[in-house]
């Protein structure tokens, strides 16, 4: 399996581009992931790479080894999981991606079940709010909360997400309540942003009389982490555009109240995506089908009444 390794170690370099970012992800150290690359340039008899102490680059002959080695990768993990799925006995890692929230809320309460359940898998779970390359990445699946795109990833829709904009009673006496998403541009409302480095220019889609328009809507504060927005809404900061699950316990009590409810947000989807490749993968499947069946059943939980 060594040089099954070294294929493996080469993959990510040039899917991550950085010889210490391979090796957190392989869970080893960039000594390690340099001395496999050296291994496996030894072994083909041509230089894969150009290192300096600033920039690692493929070189021609890295590219063209790179396709390939993508495909002996897929077919030694298509080939596993045929053999675990035959004996129904499906073990190995996944890695797993979703939002802050949605990860915190839904998924990582499940995880400690689901290993007890299927002991041989192990579960790597990453939760981050920033848009994510899920090929790039080497993710066997990756949760997604939004409208979604097109996308060339196999997609399963797990539930619908009714959407709200919403502030604190606090900032409504203090700047008054908007009517709809005319009334945020307007009167200059302070709303509420979720932005990270490299995101598109930040617009709310609201859905008008006349079909869903997209509002180009301003802030004081932004983050990348949608629990914080959260907290600052809370503290009468401003306008937030959140799930109707994320903020259920906030109506409920009255610390947080629909704004501009004339032109509520389009609803997002809960979706899980994954390479298609993963299809045939057995212990893919089983968490999916094991999460998804606890998100319906979690959401439908703290929405029920509203």
Known sequence: MSY?????????????????????????????????ISELEKHLGVRLFNRTTRSLQPTENGRLFYDGARKVLEAI???????????????????????????????????????????????????????????????????????????????????????????APAYIARRGMPEDGAALLRDRHDCLNLRFPGAREFQWTLVTPDGPQRFEITGPFETDDGDVLTGWALDGRGIVLKPLFEVAEHLRSGALVPVATATPPLPAQLSALMPHRRLKDPKTRLFIDYIATRIKADIAARVVGL
């Open 77 to 167: 993990d298509e080939a596993e999981a045929a053999v675990t799925d035959a004996t129904r006995n499906p073990r190995g890692v996944l890695f797993v991606a979703a939002p802050l929230g949605v990860g915190r809320r839904f998924i990582a309460p499940h995880v400690p079940t689901f290993k007890d359940e299927w002991p041989l898998i192990d579960v790597r779970l990453r939760l981050s709010d920033r848009s994510i390359d899920v090929t790039a990445e080497g993710l066997d699946v990756a949760f997604h909360l939004g409208i979604l795109e097109d996308s060339n990833l196999k997609v399963r829709r797990i539930a619908d997400c009714p959407r709200l904009l919403c502030a």
């Open 4 to 36: 099954v390794n070294n294929i493996r170690m080469f993959v990510r370099v040039y899917d991550l581009g950085s010889m210490s970012a391979a090796a957190r992800d392989q869970r080893t150290s960039p000594a390690v992931a340099s001395a496999r």
